[in-house]
């Protein structure tokens, strides 16, 4: 399961992004400005961080043991289809 949750985001992303077509519109312009300022100075900061060790340790937990037996059935399940917008 948590192996095929990065494929699972990633197609999902790909189906989103796939899921919609944006056109310009418009041309935008930025605004002419003249600006005169004195030059100004950032701020200095001395950040201590925390240290973070990430490890590994073995523990006895306590663990039911289960019998499985699984029969083929046929259910319903959903079915999607996508049509992109239209490609210009």
Known sequence: MTKSLPLI????????????SVDKT?????????????AGQLPEYD????DVNVGTETTEVTVPEVDVTTD???VTVPD???????QQ
């Open 9 to 20: 985001s990633v197609a999902a992303l790909g189906l989103s992004l796939a899921a919609c």
């Open 26 to 38: 418009e041309e935008g312009e930025a605004p002419e400005l003249d600006v005169e300022a004195d």
């Open 47 to 50: 950040v201590d961080t925390a």
């Open 72 to 74: 083929k059935e046929k």
């Open 80 to 86: 999607i289809n996508v049509e992109p917008a239209d």
